[in-house]
């Protein structure tokens, strides 16, 4: 199967056009014309988590949690959420998947309901922003940010709570010119910012923020952990909370460096397809 | 396994509130505070549909038209889709699924992709409607219209090629005091729509139109129709196309008659989970 980036550029090409919709596939959300931002996020049992592992509530907490993360990815405030549930036989918790869903204070406003033979769980979360900030604005010279400790996800197991970066996102969307959440790990999101924004990118692995118990291969390039990466020209003021990890350039390609200064090539980030 | 209608309802409870989200989780699609009309629907393969028979440009078509039936139902105009896919190994028809999702004209603006055990496709229409009319408007002796045939989905094993209604729904949106859309046959939507409303319904089957191919209760009974059944006032004026085959009042429950008046019970339209 081909890797998750070009399915999604297949997708793209047939996906049509019109003047309702500003910005379409391959940023975080799309975008309308009256300032509308949209997500969706498809969590499949097996794949993306372990019903053995994570109870009904925490997998709906998490569903929730990738979609407004993309949100937070653009500077938005989130409206509500729309639900998909493809239910095993014999599942009795949709009200706990709900509630989880539910949990980060965003209303559930639809859904539907199917059987599967797993459970499947598909999230749409909208939201509004005034200025969204895509990928694609970034411009060499502007530093890299995280706005929070990288790999926590990959060091437990992925059974970590998650907690969507909204706030950070709309303090970042006053000043950063490119934004992407976190969710392949910074290897392979920092290529998506990069490649979108038409620039390279220098990423210094011995500055990435690690959580706890991470290794520098899971802050680098394990799954979920739903922090922000933003491009912010080097003269603006960051938050304190925010940790600049390097740098965008003109030089095309993404290249982490480790601490002595040689490029890490084996660390690509997480891809379901790959 | 709870029936579908309990399990909405359960995920009603927990869905939480907002003041931006003016109709949540119960009708046709949510409507927020500013006009915006938003629908989800998953379609998961062997329950709504088989790859032997449907081909994977006919699958996004009809997921695409299950949700825009959706917005036709409440009147709205259509914006954009997002679209959820769970692939299986070896699928390698994404560009024909996207190519079905955007057959209806209306462009598809985001996704996610993940693997999955089998094709799962979730779709989340939306849409803007200046007056969206609910299913819980309806008055005693409001006139049942539906916007054409009924029963053809049944008759031809889940085939035939969806066409939203959405010309007739903004037509209808102008008189109807409620509407719905016949996903799951007129006698469980019929059911549905009075129950919103607060009333009760007679059907008379004789009237009903019906698809070629059709039997009576493949078209009081039959899923996936799409047509649409609109409450009107007595003294409104129809469009031609237009079909009245019942009425609301207040006596509660929905009875459908057959030519002799006499009550078919036996008739409770389609449920995935019954």
Known sequence: MLPEDELVGLIARAAGASRDVLVGIGDDAAVL????VASTDVLVEGVHFDRSRLDARAIGARAAAANLSDLAAMGARPLCLLAAFGLP?????VEELAEGLASHGVPVAGGDLSRAPVLVVSVTALGRAERPVLRSGGRPGDLLAVTGPL???????YTLPVTPRL???AALASV???????????????RRLAEASGVGALVRLADLP??????????????EDY????????????????????????????????AAGMPRTD????DHFA
């Open 33 to 36: 014309r009256d300032g509308l």
């Open 89 to 93: 036989e014999r599942f009795g918790e």
């Open 151 to 157: 790999g926590g996800q990959a060091a437990s197991g």
């Open 167 to 169: 706030a950070e996102g």
């Open 176 to 190: 950063a010119t490119a934004m992407i959440d976190i969710s392949d790990g910074i290897a392979a999101d920092a």
């Open 210 to 223: 690690r959580a706890l118990g991470a290794s520098l291969e899971q802050a680098a390039a394990g799954g």
């Open 227 to 258: 922090e922000l990466l933003a491009a912010v020209p080097p003269e603006a003021a960051l938050p304190s909370w925010a940790t600049v990890v390097g740098r965008l350039r003109e030089q095309p390609g993404v290249v982490l460096v480790d």
């Open 267 to 270: 660390l690509v980030g997480y």
